[in-house]
């Protein structure tokens, strides 16, 4: 069982920038692939940006310019770099990493962006 822990989330203003961060409990370097996604109350989860095994990158369409996903094997943290942060962005992002049946998600870090 992987346990998946999100932390950076808080207040930004809008055009600021965070960082949020999801500390694993094993090896991020085992994992298939690991991202952020995004959740709005009532709405379903939607992808952020992703991560493969061997460093591949994906991000959503609107993040392509403005947001970087990284990771530290040493820390076993995975990073995203958020920047122009708009008014309304997805209050919620959660940590995911592939495996297991449906894969394995933190508890979630909340974002609320000031205008």
């Known amino acids: 069982q992987v346990q998946l822990v999100e932390s950076g989330g808080g207040l930004v203003q809008a055009g600021g920038s965070l960082r949020l961060s999801c500390a694993a409990s094993?090896?991020?370097?085992?994992?298939?692939?690991m991202g952020w996604y995004r959740q709005a109350p009532g709405k379903q989860r939607e992808l952020v940006a992703t991560?493969?095994?061997?460093?591949?990158?994906n991000y959503e369409d609107s993040g392509k310019d403005r947001f970087t996903i990284s990771r530290d094997g040493a820390e076993n943290r995975m990073y995203q770099q958020m920047n122009s942060w708009r008014p309304g962005e997805t209050p919620n992002y959660y940590c995911?990493?592939?495996?297991?049946?449906?894969?394995?998600w933190g508890q979630g870090t909340q974002v609320t962006v000031s205008s």
């Open positions: 094993r090896n991020i370097f085992s994992a298939n692939a």
């Open positions: 991560m493969s095994s061997g460093g591949s990158t």
């Open positions: 995911y990493e592939e495996g297991g049946a449906g894969g394995y």
